[in-house]
């Protein structure tokens, strides 16, 4: 198992990776290209997910929480 350092370095990796990647055209198998749209939806989770994992941003369940318990 890795430490919580080791982890937290990998996400914290990954997030800038992902913050700095840009769009480019993509087919896939089926021959079906992506859209910038589609793309940037999904980048968008990923990136909301590793802020959630590193403790930048609270997830949409505890605010969910937060407003009903105010």
Do not use: C, H, P
């Not at 589609?38 to 959630?52: A, G, N």
Request: hydrophobic share 35%; net charge positive.
């Amino acid at each position: 198992m890795r430490g919580k350092a080791v982890t937290r370095r990998l996400r914290e990796g990954a997030l800038e990776r992902l913050t700095e990647s840009k769009f480019f055209d993509k087919v896939n198998k089926k021959g079906v290209a992506r859209t910038e749209a589609q793309w940037q939806k999904r980048k968008d989770q990923e990136i909301e997910t590793l802020e959630v994992y590193l403790g930048i941003r609270q997830g949409t369940k505890k605010k969910r929480e937060e407003i009903v318990l105010a």
